[in-house]
């Protein structure tokens, strides 16, 4: 009995000595996960700032082209209205 008793034991001890290196293998693969899972968030944030930065670049110069479109069309509208006015047949210079 004492025996089989020891050998149970050896058996329990050799179970924990795995147990134990199954742990230890996977804590490396835990923190290299848990690495680029920080890197992945870092490259996620510094993406949105890019694009914050562009999408107020690209507002920028879409009010600026706005701007420059309303101009042109009040230019051509009070040049249309001024030809329209001359009623010479000839086109004034």
Request: aromatic share 0%.
């Given at each position: 009995m004492g025996i089989i008793a020891r050998r149970i034991e050896y058996l329990e001890e050799q179970a924990e000595a795995r147990n134990k290196q199954v742990i230890g293998d996977h804590a490396a693969c835990?923190?290299?996960?848990a690495r680029l899972t920080e890197e992945l968030?870092?490259?996620?944030s510094s993406r949105a700032v890019l694009i914050?930065?562009?999408n107020a670049e690209i507002s920028f110069f879409k009010t600026e082209l706005?701007?420059?479109l309303a101009e042109i069309a009040n230019t051509s509208a009070s040049s249309n209205s001024a030809a329209k006015s001359d009623n010479s047949p000839f086109v004034s210079v």
């Open positions: 835990k923190r290299e996960i968030e870092q490259e996620r914050g930065k562009k706005d701007g420059l």
